[in-house]
T-cell receptor
């Protein structure tokens, strides 16, 4: 398996624009997580899914953030409208047991 | 409130020595604790998991201890090498729901 695949690797966008981050989890994994990492706040869990159903989105900072998982092999994290403070590295991770497998991350810069 | 603290932001040690990293937590009752390694520009990679009923776990040059009374885990790398230089993160599950909360990490540098 190729591991967790995220796209794009880098995204630069202007404030106010919509941003969509994509994730393909490892085949067969039933949990999917979206994390955000910044120097100030470290690695924060935003939302996670079990069998494509959102379980806990209490980490999503605002209504500008939304996440979907239409099927077992694809998830998106959308920010609309984006703001400079959303600049961070966004990680997707999947798991079948206790161990989480992370993607390479998407580095988002909002200018 | 729940908190996870890792002993220091940065730790420098000489090659061949044992590196010891600390993870302390409050207001958690974790079923298990995990340690991850993160290299610059990459996602965290799982290293070891230790359950609440285990005192110690080993994997090659790595050793983890877990003291639920002290609410502390120690992570040791013996015979350290420059290739061990990375940021090490501890993570706790929240109510055994597979939902991991991470510490802020300790950046380890092994000097040749």
């Amino acid at each position: 398996d190729a591991g967790v695949i995220q796209s794009p690797r880098h995204e630069v966008t202007e404030m106010g624009q919509e941003v969509t981050l994509r994730c393909k989890p490892i085949s067969g994994h039933d949990y999917l997580f979206w994390y955000r990492q910044t120097m100030m706040r470290g690695l924060e869990l935003l939302i996670y899914f079990n069998n494509n159903v959102p379980i806990d989105d209490s980490g999503m900072p605002e209504d500008r953030f939304s996440a979907k998982m239409p099927n077992a092999s694809f998830s998106t994290l959308k920010i609309q409208p984006s703001e400079p403070r959303d600049s961070a590295v966004y990680f997707c991770a999947s798991s079948l047991d206790t161990e989480a497998f992370f993607g390479q991350g998407t580095r988002l810069t909002v200018v | 409130s729940q908190k996870i603290e890792q002993n220091s932001e940065a730790l420098n040690i000489q090659e061949g020595k044992t590196a010891t990293l600390t993870c302390n937590y409050t207001n958690y009752s974790p079923a298990y604790l995990q340690w991850y390694r993160q290299d610059p520009g990459r996602g965290p990679v799982f290293l070891l998991l230790i359950r609440e009923n285990e005192k110690e776990k080993r994997k090659e040059r790595l050793k983890v201890t877990f003291d639920t009374t002290l609410k502390q885990s120690l992570f040791h790398i013996t015979a350290s090498q420059p290739a061990d230089s990375a940021t090490y993160l501890c993570a706790l599950d929240k109510t055994a729901a597979r939902q991991l909360t991470f510490g802020s990490g300790t950046q380890l540098t092994v000097l040749p």
